[in-house]
């Protein structure tokens, strides 16, 4: 669909309306998933696992059919374990955030007020938005860095925003502690071109495992076997690619549970009934758990810091509200 919703809404009716398919799966982003929900939905046609961290696909009363599988806790959730995070090193610190003028951005601007309370006010010293279109944020960081706040949160789903937003950050010289989002948490595509230097100790959410060369983790050497035999020119350090083969995992699970009922009502009561399940590129203690009143399958994760040129767990398991 060329992430054009008009396109996913065409191409979701004819493989509904003509090719007869059971159910939608791993769609990617959230206003292509927005533009077919209200048909699929009033189908009844499941969409399971569709790739978007906004907490607005757990909604199973007025959405029912439809349910998101991301990479990490949603963005509302996300923002909640960073606030909650960077509160506990540094109690009386004054927060600076640049969001994603979009639903996206401004649920996870909600997260982090929800999870400051009634202190929001006191504590974010400045929330400045910016237009995915907008060729630089640079103006905008100079006026968050003004603010010489102790805590930085950078939103935003496009790589060359976060990573513009770094590097500027860094030549002002303002030194906060830096929060990132899980979409942004990329070597390759955001530290890399925002400068290792620059990006040395920003922070982020994370659930899946990391892909190393000399890791022992079966896991990972299991995802390594499946993707050199099946996808040997893939780069196994791509996150989409550990990620893809997370999900795809998770369709097994479900569709194992359903048994010889195939109905689109049983695949879509079996997605929300998964029960500790263990993935094995997910990080430990971390499992999906859904339910027919709770669509999040990933609540948890871990803090990862940037240093050394790679990203390094260090946190416990941190829980979701």
Sequence with gaps: DGFSPPKTVEATRRLVENDGVSFMFGTMGTAPSSATAKYLNGAKVPHLFLISSASKWNDPATQPWLMALPWAPNYYEEAGIEVRYARAKNPNARIAILYQNDDAGKDYLRGVKEALGADADKVIAMASSFEVADPTVDSQILTLANTKADIFLIYSVTPRACAQAIRKAYETGWRPMRFISSGCANKDTVFAPAGVEASNGIMSVVALKSYSQDSKDPGILAYVDFMKSRLPNVDLGNFAASYG???????????????????????????ANLKSVPLSMLLPGITLNTSPTDYRPIRDGYMVEFRDNQLNVISEMLRGS
């Design 245 to 271: 083969y997370m999900v795809a995992q998770a369709l097994v699970v479900v569709l194992e549970q359903s048994k010889n009922d195939l109905s689109r009502a049983n695949i879509m009561a079996q997605a």
